[in-house]
């Protein structure tokens, strides 16, 4: 996936048409939830800014992955839920308001943090300068123009008419998976001399990201006494990445195609652990309606 019209537009158009959709279901009601569910949505983006990439970084440490997996983890760490995060946790029962009130102020917030945490991947893991930096007003710029103003657009035209966004919503999410994939087999395709042996480095640490922040998400929300419903939520939003960002960033923003890989391998294993959780919240649903 290096420079050429697949990194530098179409990945970008794309990411951009995805976070369009998810504005299309989106109100100015789902920022003010924060004061409705203020222990939930802190403890919510406490695991998904903070948690989350301290995990992920000890995981590369201890696993000492070379450096371009290492900065191409902490990548997908930096990066928010996502659309799709929103909807595992309505498949799963959970508290689908909850989620996307995470997803929109995650979205807001990641877009500051996303380059201070990759620039500090880069100067720790590639402290030998082979690798530049990111320009942050620049990543700032580019995150705004592909997630946020997208999602602008969306939530406008929701407002506008409700009607032809509920209209457009379907196929949007239809694109949003269809391209989602195909993004993810790009990033694999282009690595696919090294792919085995990047599978076999990558792969255990991205199960182990995956299931650790999964369960510390739902735990830690137990433990602060929320209902079983928010606790999946909250497990999934900590769970689940934006992977298609994370390549956008390793692709387009940085340009080096070994740096995708653990979002697009990260990708593939969320979907199975998220079949899982969608398993289990489905048979809590159907005890709770037979109860």
């Not at 929103?86 to 799963?92: F, G, Q, W, Y």
């Not at 942050?136 to 969306?154: D, E, N, Q, R, W």
């Amino acid at each position: 996936m290096e420079g050429n019209i697949l990194t530098e537009v179409f990945l970008p158009l794309t990411l951009a048409v995805i976070m369009l959709g998810m504005g299309l279901s989106l109100t100015v009601t789902d920022f003010k939830r924060i004061f409705i569910y203020p222990k939930a949505v802190t403890l919510g983006l406490i695991n998904q800014l903070v948690i989350l990439p301290l995990i992920a970084f000890s995981l590369a440490i201890f696993f000492d992955l070379n450096p371009g997996l290492a900065v191409g983890l902490m990548i997908l760490a930096a990066c928010p839920g996502g659309p799709t995060s929103n909807l595992i946790s309505h498949l799963a029962n959970g508290d689908t308001a909850l989620s996307i009130t995470l997803t929109a102020f995650s979205s807001l917030i990641t877009v500051i943090t996303i380059p201070f945490i990759v620039n500090f991947s880069i100067s720790y893991f590639i402290p030998g300068g082979e690798q530049p930096p990111l320009n942050i007003f620049g990543t700032v710029i580019s995150v705004l123009a592909i997630t946020i103003i997208p999602v602008a657009i969306g939530m406008l035209i929701f407002k506008k008419s409700p009607q032809l966004a509920r209209k457009m919503d379907r196929p949007f999410r239809i694109f949003s998976a269809v391209f989602f994939v195909v993004i993810i087999l790009a990033a694999i395709l282009k690595e696919r001399e090294n792919i085995v042996d990047y599978f076999s480095q990558i792969g255990p640490v991205a199960l182990g990201l995956n299931v650790l922040t999964l369960a510390f998400g739902f735990f830690s929300a137990k433990a602060l006494g929320l209902v079983a419903k928010q606790a999946r939520t909250i497990s999934i939003e900590s769970g689940i990445q934006n992977g298609t960002l994370g390549i956008t960033i390793a692709a387009t923003l940085i340009g080096n195609s070994e740096m995708t890989i653990p979002s697009a391998v990260y990708s593939l294993i969320m979907f199975g652990t998220a079949g899982v959780l969608i398993f289990i919240g489905g048979n809590k649903k159907a005890t709770t309606t037979t109860g």
